[in-house]
């Protein structure tokens, strides 16, 4: 395609808007409406994976040793238990049993105990530490955790485990809850979005009848006639996702207590998503105004090109 070709196809797309504006308006606000819900949901979804993964690193399982194992025995247990594809060797911690003791002391006195109950600890080492050393593990996919408990406990020199089974349950399926939901909301309102654009494109079409059957008299490709509005397709799209992310930025922002309340921790930072969501809607948009103009100019041209004849 010659240069001047593409100018004049890209500056028809532009026209066309221009002269459907009031239904380009609606099809971008329309698109504004079904972007910012998706938009809302992927906010949504982000902080409630952050807070998940808040919850998931507080939902430990602890490992102990067999008391009769020295500590280098114990340590090689431990490594064996980093090494499991499922455990976050860099989020997993070593205790021995003093510090396991030592913890004992400060959860029950706090941190500053005073010296008659640091004595306590010391008569308590000297006697013999009941505890046996340990460690403090994290899993990657709390989805697999039953199945992991069960390979630490088979790993040889392991005595027992403790973990809150039933947090990790619960974070496991309020995550799957989130994320479908998320995509059953962006499913449905990609397809309205793909009806109200196609709809758009179909009555600029219409409007453009006697010039699409002079171009198709005088010779013109189905893509030259497919172009302007495969333009025009995009330009909604573009439009519809800046005019969305600024829109999102003060939903967002007003939203942010709401939020930290809910959730109980500080909510991402809109510049920590704000690339990430304009590009989400930038690839919707373009996709989508590609795809819906594409679709129904083709349709049109296949159905009705036998009209360009007789008129």
């Known amino acids: 395609m010659k240069l001047r070709s593409f100018r004049y196809l890209v500056g028809e797309g532009f ?8 239904m380009s308006l609606a099809s971008v606000g329309v698109l504004v409406a079904c972007m910012l819900i998706m938009g809302v949901a992927i906010v949504l979804s982000e902080n409630v994976n952050k807070a998940m993964g808040h919850l ?24 064996k238990v980093k ?17 396991g003791l030592e913890s004992v002391i400060i959860d029950t006195f706090g941190e500053n105990y005073t010296k008659e109950q640091a004595a306590v600890f010391e008569r308590l080492r000297e006697k013999g530490n009941p505890l046996s050393n340990g460690a403090r593990i994290q899993l990657k996919d709390l989805g697999k955790f039953d199945k992991t408990v069960e390979e630490i406990e088979q790993i040889a020199g392991v005595s027992s485990t403790n973990s809150h ?3 990790a349950k619960r974070i496991n399926n309020i995550s799957i809850i989130v994320r479908n939901g998320c995509l059953w909301i962006i499913g449905l ?18 409007s453009r009848k006697l010039e699409i059957s002079i171009m198709k008299a005088v010779g013109a490709t189905n893509r030259f006639i497919r172009f302007p509005f495969m333009v025009e397709g995009v330009l909604l799209g573009v439009i519809a996702s800046i005019f969305t992310t600024g829109l999102l930025y003060v ?10 309340s809910t959730l109980e921790m500080s909510p991402i ?11 989400i809607f930038a690839i919707i948009g373009i996709v989508l105004g590609l795809i819906c103009s594409a679709f129904t100019i083709t349709k049109y041209l296949r159905k009705e090109g036998s009209e360009f004849r007789a008129i």
């Not at 026209?15 to 009031?22: A, C, E, F, P, V």
């Not at 309102?189 to 219409?206: D, G, H, K, P, Q």
């Not at 920590?272 to 590009?279: A, M, P, R, Y």
Request: glycine residues 4%; hydrophobic residues 45%.
């Open 15 to 22: 026209k066309n808007i221009w002269l459907n504006r009031l």
């Open 56 to 79: 998931a690193d507080q939902s430990v399982v602890m490992v102990y040793f067999e008391k009769e194992l020295t500590d280098k025995e114990c340590k090689d247990a431990f490594e």
């Open 83 to 99: 090494d499991l594809r499922n455990v976050k060797a860099e989020g997993s911690e070593y205790i021995t049993a003093d510090e």
């Open 165 to 167: 089974r039933d947090l």
């Open 189 to 206: 309102l990609l397809i309205i979005a793909f009806v109200i654009v196609s709809n758009t494109i179909r009555i600029t079409m219409f």
């Open 251 to 260: 939903v967002y922002h007003f939203a942010g207590g709401t939020i930290q």
């Open 269 to 279: 930072p809109f510049r920590e998503l704000v690339l990430k969501l304009l590009g």
